[in-house]
């Protein structure tokens, strides 16, 4: 699901891309809320605190604001910069960098205590930074995992084609279109669920199991290709026979 891209990639790719890291991000998203009362998946809503700090004369949290901008910018700036400096030399797992790197900053923030909250917040949206970048590098702008503005608007306007005539294969599109849409809805409200429900036991350490799922799915991707290399040898192995 990471490594396919262009016509390569299939309705399936997608679906499991932004079924996994919906959820990551919903986890993330309720870590942040709780923990640092800051939003850590998305920048929207940051314009607006920016505005009531600067209208209060606040202007220290107006900086921090305007910071917390800039983790998210660098970290989708980093995302596809290594992304392409991988592309070079290593193209199969130029995808991995990234991700590694979004595991490190989970753990490590997941394994923190009394850590300072900005910093939190800081990290946390450098790594959904990360994530919104390389998803939408893979998928081509098909899938967004990390914030559902965007997402509830395309859902409306499908929705409202369905109205209307539609051929087999364009109905057949929207279909997969609104399903794809719903899934990433679906598993991102069930991330922030879950992580609000053992947030009260597990604090941050909830970021420890969204690691360990961004973990599985890069190891289950790379059996998966493996095997189907391993069964093209083989066919090939006899046929050459």
Known sequence: MFRHKG?????????RLASTLSFIAG??????????????????????????????KNYSKAI?????????????F????????????????AHAFPMFLEIIILLFVGFSSNFYPDYIAYLLL????????????ISQSVVRTTHLTGLFTDLGIELSQLFFFKKDAELKRLSR????????IFFFFLGCVLGGLFYENFHLKILLFA??????????????????????RIKSSHHEE
């Open 7 to 15: 016509s390569r990639r299939t309705f399936t790719h997608n679906l």
């Open 27 to 56: 986890i993330v998203n309720i870590a942040g809320v709780l923990s640092v009362a800051t939003l850590t998946t998305n920048v929207t809503g940051h314009f607006a605190f920016f505005a009531e700090q600067i209208a209060l």
């Open 64 to 76: 921090t604001i305007i910071i917390y901008l800039l983790f998210f910018l660098l970290g989708a």
């Open 78 to 93: 980093a995302s596809n910069f290594m992304v392409e400096l991988a592309m070079l030399k290593k193209p199969r797992i």
């Open 126 to 137: 450098f790594a959904m930074g990360l994530q919104n970048a390389l998803v939408t590098n």
């Open 177 to 184: 279109s609104i399903f794809l849409r719903l899934s990433i």
């Open 211 to 232: 690691a360990l799922i961004l973990l599985f799915a890069l190891l289950f991707d790379n059996i998966i290709v493996y095997y189907h290399l391993t069964k093209r």
